[in-house]
């Protein structure tokens, strides 16, 4: 789809009828639909090759010149004389959209380039490192294009990435690594309320089960989006509260971010924060618009996760200065994080008292497992700090945290469950420092 953007301003009511007189200022096209995950996926440092249809009108060639300006392969769109290009025009003044207006014929037959389309696929598969399914509900994505391309990409170990069409059965989508509707597709399929996370969890446990994926999420706007992946495995993920202008496009910028981190072997857990990060960025944009990595990270780095992360010392002194509510202590690695690393945290949360969580640095993790962890201890550092319930997080070189614990003296040490009844190496430490041990559910990780 192509988006059209009459950026103008509103001064005066029509004497013609009770409505606002637009004087337009500036017109703006970009990449709309599926070809708005196509300008994320490139915005987020990766090649990027599409597959699907254009007209040969106006809009099918502003498209093809967008594309090509942008370095964006064209070999895999047909570009057929009898499909009109949609086009979505926006009109908005500097705060808000006013109206919206789409150019789009009745729909078109597919079926007539199935073949065509299944062939540029097949052709494209064993090249790439991850496949978004960005299915807008207008025919492209045939049942069978789908479940030949998830089989042939199971076969090759590349994973499959899908925002599914509004009102399809999931099990059209069966097979896929990911899937992410959001809270009123998920409703409208389920014939829940979605009104609390125990709907929501049993609308997941179904729609799960429909696609066989292996995880799905579920953005719930202000509220966040949940990660499932079974009964016992799952996270909701909060949404910082941030100024909206317009929420056009965030779900494109969710499954863009989830396939591009996915094709790089990241975790699902980081690759949903992450993506519910730049969410979050992109509705405080009028329009859509695409979130390169440098935005994501230097809200990451700027927007005051760094005063959570602190040194030893600064922690030393800060605890010295305030004894008022109780201090509570882990540790370990955090490296490979997944969605049970984050639930064992979410459940220290409900201890009375400050978490301070204490993370292995590089260096200490490249000397005891001969090899560099997965994420760097900066990026490990501030994924942790983005939890709301973690108070500082500090990075220590030793092997164990046993001088962390002497210095900070923790009132409360958490430890996983599988550790009860297996000496720790912090043991000596926690006994000086005077401090219980509770031990929190093992999740799977």
Known sequence: MLDQYLWGKVERISPEAPIPVFRMEKEEFRLGGAANVIANVKALDCQVYPVGVIGKGIAGQKIETIFTEAGISLDGIIVSSSFRTIVKQRILTTKQQILRVDYESAQPDFAQFEEQLLKLVMALIPQMDGIILSDYAKGVLSPRLIEITVEEARKLGIPVVCDPGKGFDFTKYTGVTAIKPNRSEAAQLTNLDLKDNSSVLKAAAILLKQCQADFLTISLDKDGILLYSGETDYQFIATEAREVFDVTGAGDVVISVIGVLLAQ???????????????????????????????????????????????????????????????????????????????????????????????????????????????????????????????????????????????????????????????????????????RIEYIQHFSW
Not at 284 to 307: A, K, M, Q, Y
Not at 313 to 330: C, D, I, L, W, Y
Not at 347 to 371: C, F, H, P, T
Not at 372 to 388: I, Y
């Open 265 to 435: 072997k990241v975790p699902p857990s980081i690759a949903v924060h992450m993506a519910n990060v730049a969410a979050g960025l992109e509705i405080s944009h009028l329009g859509v618009v695409s979130i390169p990595w440098n935005e994501i990270l230097n809200h990451l780095t700027n927007d005051g996760l760094n005063r959570k992360i602190v040194t030893l010392e600064q922690a030393h002194k800060e605890v010295g200065n305030n004894r008022e509510s109780p201090m509570v202590f882990t540790n370990g690695y955090f490296d490979n994080i997944s969605a049970g690393h984050l639930r064992f945290l979410m459940e220290i949360g409900k201890i009375n008292g400050r978490l301070i969580v204490a993370i292995n640095s590089d260096v200490s993790i490249l000397q005891q497992k001969g090899s560099a962890p997965l994420l760097k201890e900066q990026d490990r550092a501030r994924l942790l700090a983005s939890l709301e319930n973690v108070h500082r997080v500090v990075i220590f070189d030793d092997p164990d945290a046993s001088n962390v614990i002497k210095m900070l003296s923790p009132d409360i040490v958490v430890k996983g469950e599988h550790f009860r009844n297996r000496p720790l190496p912090e043991q000596d430490a926690i006994e000086a420092a005077g401090a």
